[in-house]
């Protein structure tokens, strides 16, 4: 199984500040069809989890700019460029190339 | 608007079965692989199962695999998650989920909001 590592797992942020949180996988999810299998969520307290950021760097739909997704291979980052309060929860990466879907262990935002 | 909706959730002893379901609406439900995703209490997300749009591919965890069986009725658009001999460790919030893509297996776009099981005797 690949494994997901975040860092760190969890983060205290003052409102409008950045954020940035490290996840690496144990295989690179780079497919042979010129994609990169890495996704982002969002499960905000209470709440199902939503997809924030598809394959390393897309934004899914209606997700504020203040969220980008950056990297390649085996080594991923999620920034959000000034925290709000909504933006509280847990953030879990994942990969699907390959069998079984396996997420990070999870960060926890939360805000000072 | 796009929605699932899950159902079937309930408390079950050891050994004991229950089938859980889903009902898609909004979108085209026949043209989307689906998932099951399970979250235990104050843990992150476990990948149960997937099942190809129209059936023909299904695949497991193995934490799961010969004791769950997922299934489909597209002309009721709803899935379903059939659970035996469940243990205490299958106790979790379990969600389903619409695949990004309609071949393969990619993103959870969508979710519902989840359906407790509770394994405890």
């Known amino acids: 199984d690949i494994v997901m590592t975040q860092t760190p797992l969890s983060l205290s942020v003052t409102p409008g500040q950045p954020a940035s949180i490290s996840c690496k996988s144990s295989?690179?999810?780079?497919?042979?069809?010129?994609?990169?299998?890495l996704y982002w969520y969002l499960q905000k307290p209470g709440q199902s989890p939503q997809l924030l950021i598809y394959e390393v760097s897309n934004r899914f739909s209606g997700v504020p700019d203040r969220f980008s997704g950056s990297g390649s291979g085996t080594d991923f980052t999620l920034k959000i460029s000034r925290v709000e309060a909504e933006d509280v929860g847990v953030y879990y990466c994942?990969?699907?190339?390959?069998?079984?879907?396996?997420f990070g262990q999870g960060t926890r935002l939360e805000i000072k | 608007q796009v929605q699932l909706v899950e159902s079937g959730g309930g408390v079950v002893q050891p050994g004991g079965s229950l089938r859980l379901s889903c009902a898609a609406s909004?979108?085209?439900?026949?043209?989307?692989?689906m998932h099951w995703v399970r979250q235990a209490p104050g843990k992150g997300l476990e990948w149960v199962a997937f099942i190809r749009y129209d059936g023909s591919n299904k695949y497991y965890a193995d934490s799961v695999k010969g004791r769950f069986t997922i299934s489909r009725d597209n002309s009721k658009n709803t899935l379903y998650l059939q659970m035996n001999s469940l243990r205490a460790e299958d106790t979790a919030v379990y969600y389903c989920?619409?695949?990004?893509?309609?071949?393969?297996?990619?993103?959870?776009?969508?979710w519902g909001q989840g359906t407790m099981v509770t394994v405890s005797s």
């Open positions: 989920a619409k695949d990004r893509t309609t071949v393969t297996f990619d993103a959870f776009d969508i």
């Open positions: 994942m990969q699907s190339i390959q069998l079984p879907i396996t």
């Open positions: 295989q690179s999810l780079l497919h042979s069809d010129g994609k990169t299998y």
């Open positions: 909004g979108f085209t439900f026949s043209s989307y692989g």
